[in-house]
């Protein structure tokens, strides 16, 4: 079987994504049910609210795609990124996903350089995004005294992430999903 049941009932194949596959409300629901980090946070901290988080520090022309830019991990699930470099197979079908993400809302296929995508191999580093992941390692993860070199030289963001639950990152992502496929991607919605 190489296909997953959605939550809107759609028969996603996974070897073989198409654009009319993709949902919004699936994406939505499934980002906000993963713990970001493989779970290993202080508290429940979902890829939804992450996603919401990236999208906020991007100029208004890339938070469509900031928004999105972990949204295969709906279909696919979150690898953390030491594991993922070891499959080559999972990180080709998890590309195919993001190909048909693209197409579904009208997006370039690689990341403008200003949308950090902390899940999968990163592309373009902007300081913005590093505060973001440096605010998450401080407020999210346990103390550790290890450094994480590609925040070298970044500062924490003076506001304290305050994790949502579930219901809360389904509706404020899914929420924020609409608001901008009606405004700046309406061709998308």
Request: glycine content about 4%.
């Amino acid at each position: 079987m190489t296909w997953i049941l959605t939550l809107t009932g759609k028969r996603f194949e996974l070897l073989a994504p198409t654009a009319a596959m993709i949902d919004p409300m699936d994406i939505a629901h499934s980002l906000a049910h993963q713990c970001r980090f493989n779970g290993h946070s202080k508290g429940f901290y979902s890829v939804a609210q992450h996603c919401c988080i990236v999208a906020d520090l991007v100029p208004t022309e890339h938070q469509l795609v900031a928004l999105l830019h972990d949204a295969t991990e709906a279909y696919v699930g979150d690898l953390v990124r030491p594991l993922k470099q070891l499959l080559p197979a999972f990180v080709d079908i998890e590309h195919r996903i993001w190909l048909a993400i693209c197409e579904r809302f009208n997006l370039e296929p690689e990341l403008p350089a200003c949308v950090h995508d902390a899940d999968l191999i990163a592309l373009a580093t902007e300081r913005r995004d590093l505060i973001a992941l440096a605010t998450e390692r401080r407020d999210l993860m346990p103390s550790h005294p290890g450094t994480w070199e590609c925040l070298a030289g970044t500062q924490p963001s003076t506001t304290r992430i305050k994790p949502w639950g579930t219901t809360e990152a389904t509706v404020n992502y899914f929420h924020r999903l609409m608001q901008l496929l009606s405004t700046t991607h309406r061709a998308a919605a």
